[in-house]
C-alpha cells in the first residue's frame, strides 16, 4: 500500500535579507505516514512545521531530499484533488456566507450539481452550523469560522485530510465535537495529519507522532511505544492482603490508594513475583498493565529543555 505521506532527507533553508543570511528550517528531516493513520505532528514554534505542511501541499519546494503526498509529488494535481487543507488561519470573502462560500469551493472540487445540497446540508450538520448557514462569515465567531474551514476541507471527500490547528478559537465543547469528527473520519479510513499545541487532545485522537524540533526530527513513533516508559509496570487490586505491605516495599513497589481499589506501581523485574504473591494471598488483580508517560511529559523531556521559554 502507498505511503499517504513520505518526507525522506528533507531539507530547506530560507535565506534571509540582501546579504542572502541562510536559515535553515529543515534539516534532514524522513518520516513516513501510513494510510488510514492518525499522526500528530508536534514541535514548539519555529520548529519547521509550517515549513514541512507547505511542503506537502506544494507551496514551498525542498531545497534537497524528496518529500511525496498519496505517491505524487507534492503540488501534483493528481495529489490535490485527494487532499484536505485546514490551515491555522482563515481567509473567508467576510460577505458571503457558509452557503456560497462551500458551493464555491464545491464546485472546485468537482462535486457533481446533483450532489451539491445534500453535501453541504450534511457537512453543516456535522460542524455544527445548521442555522447559521445563511449569517454572512464577517459575523462569525472565530470558532465558527474554524468549523467552516473543516467543512471546506471535507467537500472533496478527501483521503488525507492535512489539519493546521484545527480546535484553535474552539471552546471545549467545539473542540469535543471536531475530535469526534476525527474518529469518525479516520473509521471510514481517512489518513489525518495534524498539528496541534493541545497535547492531551491529540493524545487522545493519534495512532502515532512525530515530533521536530528547530528543523530536525527528534522522536517518531505509535503513541502507545512513545509513551510506555518500559521499566514499570501498574496492577490494580481489590485489596493489599495483609501480610504482604512490607514485602511490596522489598520490591520497590508504591501503592495508591483509590476508591474501591489499590494502584500499585512496581519494578517491571518483579511483576511475576508480586502477582503471583497477590494471587496466592486472595486479591483480586483487576488488571496489570505496563505504566504509560503522558505526551506533555514526553513532549517536555525532548524538547523542553531546549525550548525554556
Known sequence: MTAAIEFDSVTKVYRRGLGGQEVPALTQVSFTVNSGEVCAFLGPNGAGKTTSISILMGFHSADRGQARVLGFEPGDVRAKKHIGFVPENFAFYKHLNA????????ALAGVPPGEMDARLSDLLSKVKLTGYERLKIGKYSRGMVQRLGIAQAMLGDPQLLIMDEPTSGLDPA???????LIFSLKAAGKTIFLSSHILSEVEQICDKAIIINRGRLVREGTMQNLLTTGDKVEVVVDQIPPGLETRLQEWGATREQLASAVKILLPLEWKREVVEALWTAGADVMSMQPLKSSLEELYMQVVGSENPS
Open 99 to 106: 452557503v456560497k462560500l462551500l458551493r464555491f469551493h464545491a
Open 174 to 180: 467545539g473542540r469535543k465535537e471536531v475530535r469526534d
